[in-house]
């Protein structure tokens, strides 16, 4: 089309590359979020991740072409995500969108990218605990 997705505008696959790297890089230090995650090698989570988000703000679609629908709540059911897991995934995330920098994700942007990680990071939430 003839619309830049939000994808492009701030910057493409390299941004996504950059943010889910350091998210994955705080995860795998942090004693809340690294024992949750099933497989010893974070590459792959770090993968779908990044898949799901460029698709998510209108990038490459190859996170369905791998996977399928999304169904990202029925996907975390097997795992217990209470107000502290959420808010250690969220820590997590602030700190890879602070490492991009202002010229490639400017403040409506970013805050953008912070309301709907907040937002997605709550409607996980299957625990109240
Ligand atoms: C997968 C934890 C929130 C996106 C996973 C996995 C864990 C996990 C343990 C399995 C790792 C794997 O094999 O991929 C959490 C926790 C959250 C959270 C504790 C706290 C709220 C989110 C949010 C998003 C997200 C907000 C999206 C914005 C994904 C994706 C996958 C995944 C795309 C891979 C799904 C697939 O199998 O294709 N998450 N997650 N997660 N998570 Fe989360």
Redesign the pocket.
């Known amino acids: 089309g003839v619309h830049r997705s939000f994808y492009d505008e701030v910057g493409g696959h390299e941004t996504f590359e950059k943010l889910t790297s350091v998210f994955y890089r705080e995860v795998a230090a942090d004693e809340i979020?690294r024992p949750?995650?099933?497989?010893e090698d974070l590459g792959?989570?770090e993968r779908?991740?990044r898949?799901?988000?460029e698709q998510?703000w209108g990038g490459p679609r190859t996170?369905s072409d791998e996977?399928g629908h999304?169904r990202?709540r029925m996907?975390?059911q097997p795992?217990t995500?209470g107000p502290i897991?959420?808010d250690?995934?969220?820590r997590c995330?602030h700190t890879a969108i602070a490492s991009i920098d202002d010229d490639t994700l400017d403040a409506p942007h970013r805050q953008a990218l912070v309301d709907?990680?907040e937002m997605?990071?709550?409607?996980?939430?299957n625990s109240p605990l």
Do not use: G, N
Request: proline share 9%; glycine share 0%.
């Open positions: 979020l949750m995650y099933p497989e792959p989570a779908r991740l898949m799901f988000l998510y996170y996977r999304p990202l996907r975390h795992f995500i897991e959420r250690a995934w969220l995330m709907y990680m997605a990071a709550q409607s996980m939430v």
